[in-house]
C-alpha cells in the first residue's frame, strides 16, 4: 500500500506515512522495502497465478493489497495474496478504500535481506489467526518456497519442484525453474 493510494479520512492526514509499501502493525507504520530480486521474482509468480485465476475465473490473485484485520487493528499487505470469488463474488463491488475486509485464502511473502525471523512468525501467526489457510514463504535467493497450512505442516519445494495448489486453484501448475532467476553472490543474504 502507498500513500498516494489512501484516500485520507478527514483530519486525519496522511503526510506522515510512508512513499514505500507499508503495514500498520499495532498501531505503528512499518515500511515494507523489497529488494529488486525480490520484486522480479514476485512479479513473476503473480504473472503465473493471476492468469490462471482470471482464465479458471477462481478469485482474485492481487499485489501489496492491504488487507484489515479488525482483531488488533492491524492493516497487513501480503507480497501477494488469493481471494477466492467464494468469499469475494466477481460482481461484488469494491470500496473505494486503501483496505480490503476479507481474509485472503493464500498469503504469499517474497523474502528480502530487511526481514525478520521474528517479523516473519509474528506475520505468519497473525495470518493463520485470521483465517488464512496457506501462507507461502518465497526465498529468492535460495530458490525455495515454504508452503505453510499451519505452523507444523509445511512443505519446501526447490527449484527443480513443480507449484501446485488444487485445494485453491485446480489445474496450476508452474515449474519453479520458470520463477527464479539468477543471482549473484551477495553477501547480504536473507535468513534461513
Request: charged letters at 30%; a negative charge; proline letters at 6%.
Given at each position: 500500500?502507498?500513500?498516494?493510494d489512501i484516500q485520507e479520512p478527514p483530519g486525519t492526514g496522511t503526510a506522515s ?30 504473472t503465473h497465478l493471476d492468469y490462471h485465476c482470471m482464465t479458471h475465473k477462481l ?134
Open positions: 500500500m502507498l500513500k498516494h506515512l510512508p512513499d514505500v509499501p507499508y503495514e500498520i502493525v499495532d498501531g505503528v507504520v512499518r515500511e515494507k522495502p523489497m529488494s529488486l530480486l525480490s520484486q522480479m521474482v514476485g512479479a513473476r509468480l503473480h478469485g482474485w490473485f492481487t499485489t501489496e493489497t492491504a488487507f484489515d484485520f479488525v482483531v488488533k487493528k492491524n492493516r497487513r499487505c501480503p507480497d501477494l495474496a488469493f481471494v477466492s470469488y467464494e468469499r469475494w463474488p466477481r460482481d461484488k463491488a469494491f470500496k473505494i478504500t486503501d483496505g480490503w475486509d476479507v481474509v485472503p485464502e493464500i498469503a504469499v511473502e517474497v523474502l528480502s535481506p530487511s526481514n525478520t525471523v521474528v517479523e516473519l512468525t509474528n506475520k505468519t501467526d497473525e495470518y493463520f489467526g485470521h483465517g488464512v489457510a496457506e501462507v507461502w514463504i518465497v526465498h529468492p535467493e535460495k530458490k525455495r518456497i515454504e508452503i505453510r497450512r499451519s505452523a507444523t505442516d509445511i512443505t519446501v519445494l526447490t527449484e527443480a519442484d513443480t507449484l501446485t495448489c488444487e485445494r485453491f486453484l485446480p489445474g496450476f501448475a508452474v515449474p519453479l525453474s520458470e520463477i527464479f532467476i539468477a543471482v549473484e553472490d551477495s553477501e547480504i543474504e536473507c535468513f534461513e
